[in-house]
């Protein structure tokens, strides 16, 4: 199984070019401890791999990684693993990883988990890859050290799509890239003159969606990530964006801006037949499905100001439920992956726009952002982290924010980074 | 110029029918038609320098999250109006936009609405609709570059071009 996905992975990694750069702002307070035991091997290949594997666990904010623990003997007087030595070091859990060559192309990395605190193993694991795809192999080696301890799976593996846009000398140019969560082995999607907006993943993964411009008003694609292959989803005249899949990947939640009244339809992608969601003067769009699919929320200005509204989806046509009150502007929100909440943009009584969080058992929204153009958040497949964008004095970068507390920035190297969508899980 | 062409190619291909089919008997009655080869051409001139500088100056602001048309406005959709009835030829690309505040796809609708409550007047104006397309870039083509209120007004806006 692991296999089969890291060999689908394998299609679209061949260099380790960084476009987007890591900064760490802030940990958690109380993070997990963690040892990575070097049992062999210094090769540079155990180096690349053990490094994007310690960064990955740092880059969760939930561990803390302590160096030194091979001056402890691995193995006690009784021939059993060290428990005793690793709690004098005040760790809570050791790893120890294993890499052999098959063959010149290929690697194996194995690696066992061990819990000192109840002293015993929790996993024993192997990833089989290719040399060409090294960082793949120790993103897919942090998400099983990450799940096997906090028992959901990690997000070092998945991918994040972005818009990055530049003017050179008034030339303008879009391009859509999709790269690692770590910001490495970017791969370009799209590349235009025109504006790209809106990107969307499908629930595998294997293709997007998104907005363009290129015919001179806004219509919407959908791209096959190995292929390049695209097709726009909907002839018509009048401008159509905002694509949102449903969960089975067989409908597209779209905005159709019919002579100035933007409204809501769901896409069949098989027949293109359309569904009517929303019925109203004012502006509608900007859905999200739930994950579980019965759900669709979207922003409107119905009652004067934008604010997010629900629809069930066993209940067309029957009047939205509004699910924000706080302040002036609440838009563009997506639900976390439980269905326990949802994260949006939220315009503060400053006037400053910020990430905000809410959840359904609570009756008021979390800001979780300071900047003062906070936008397009989207939220990790485990619902642990929020990638969003921050716009401030004319400089575009996305942040990750952690529910937990850490944070991170991927500034861009070149050009203004905006609009981050984050992948659905790809083990 | 195409269509008329390939109604051309029909009779053409009517009369062969008609000629094969009568070719085995003796006598032969055709019934043909030519059509008339009127071609309409359309030309597509560009704007002149005057109607340029009175279209460029004619770009409509827009208060924050709004879509309402100014009085001011409306005084300079009136010369639009005018400019459209002596010219009967020109058409129109009303082009609404936002500031970067807010989220790109609320934005893409608002600009949308800004250009069509523009399109709406000149319409309500005696203007056919078909003479005009009405479209948005959102927040995506600022005019200005800024994070001010200066800046932000200049670019809630629909150009006319």
């Not at chain 1, 061990?114 to 960082?135: C, M, P, Q, T, Y």
């Not at chain 1, 609440?330 to 905000?356: M, Q």
Request: overall charge neutral.
């Amino acid at each position: 199984m692991n296999k089969v996905a890291l060999f689908s992975a394998l299609f679209f990694s061949v260099c380790g070019l960084s476009d987007l750069r890591l900064e760490i702002k802030k940990g958690t307070i109380d993070p997990i401890n963690i040892a990575i035991y070097e049992i062999n091997n210094k090769s540079n290949i155990s180096k690349t791999i053990g490094d994007v594997l310690r960064g990955d666990l740092i880059r969760t904010g939930e561990f803390k990684i302590i160096d030194g623990v091979e001056i402890v003997q691995l193995f006690d007087e009784k021939s059993v693993f060290n428990f005793k030595g690793w709690k004098m070091l005040n760790l809570d859990y050791v790893v120890i990883p294993e890499i052999d060559f098959p063959d010149n192309s290929s690697v194996n990395l194995r690696y066992r988990v061990f819990d000192v605190v109840l002293e015993k193993e929790i996993r024993a694991s192997k990833i089989f890859g290719l040399r060409s795809n090294l960082r793949q192999i120790g993103h897919f080696a942090s998400d099983g050290i990450f799940e096997s301890i906090l028992g959901f799976p990690g997000v070092a593996s998945t991918k994040i799509m972005y818009v990055n846009y530049s003017n050179f000398n008034d030339e303008e140019t879009y391009k859509l890239f999709i790269s690692d969560s770590d910001g490495f082995n970017r791969k370009l999607l799209l590349q235009s003159p025109y504006p790209i907006i809106s990107p969307a993943w499908s629930p595998d993964s294997k293709e997007v969606a998104y907005v363009s411009f290129e015919t001179g008003k806004a219509s919407v694609y959908i791209q096959n990530v190995s292929t390049g292959r695209r097709n726009l989803v909907l002839k018509k005249n009048t401008q159509v964006s905002s694509p949102s899949w449903s969960p089975n990947g067989k409908f597209l939640a779209i905005t159709i801006h019919e002579g100035g009244n933007p409204e809501i339809y769901i896409l069949k992608l098989k027949d293109k037949s359309l569904t009517r969601l929303t019925n109203h003067y004012s502006i509608d769009t900007e859905a999200n499905w739930s994950a579980k699919g019965n759900k669709i929320m979207f922003t409107s200005s119905r009652s004067g100001t934008p604010q997010l509204y629900e629809i069930n989806l066993r209940s067309i046509g029957k009047n939205p439920k509004r699910i924000t009150y706080e302040g002036d502007y609440n838009a563009r929100g997506s639900y976390l992956p439980d269905g326990n909440g949802y994260v949006f943009v939220h315009r503060s009584s400053e006037g400053n726009f910020h990430i905000a969080l809410k959840y359904r058992r609570e009756s008021f929204a979390r800001i979780l952002t300071e900047a003062r153009l906070d936008e397009s958040p989207s939220v990790s497949p485990n619902g642990s982290m929020i990638v969003y964008a921050v716009s401030e004095d004319g400089i575009n970068k996305l942040s990750i924010l952690n529910i937990n507390g850490a944070q991170f920035d991927l500034p861009s190297s070149e050009g203004m980074v905006r609009e981050p969508a984050w992948s659905g899980l790809v083990r | 110029m195409l269509k008329i062409s390939s109604k051309c190619m029909y009779f053409l291909q009517v009369s062969i029918i008609a000629f094969m089919l009568s070719a085995c008997s003796s006598l032969k009655i055709t019934d043909e038609i030519v059509p008339s080869d009127g071609v309409q051409g359309i030309t597509i001139s560009k704007k002149s320098k005057a109607t340029q500088i009175i279209l460029d100056s004619a770009t409509i602001y827009f208060e924050y999250d709004s879509s309402r048309l100014s009085s001011e406005s409306i005084k300079t959709l009136k010369d639009v109006v005018e400019l459209m009835k002596t010219d009967k030829a020109m058409t129109l690309s009303l082009q609404g936009h936002a500031d970067e505040r807010g989220t790109r796809e609320y934005n893409l609708a608002l600009g949308q609405r800004r250009s069509e409550s523009v399109s709406s007047y000149l319409i309500a104006s005696g203007l056919s609709n078909s003479r005009m397309e009405a479209i948005s870039y959102g927040e995506e083509r600022p005019l200005i570059l800024g994070s001010d209120e200066s800046s932000w007004q200049k670019n809630r806006r629909v150009e006319i071009k």
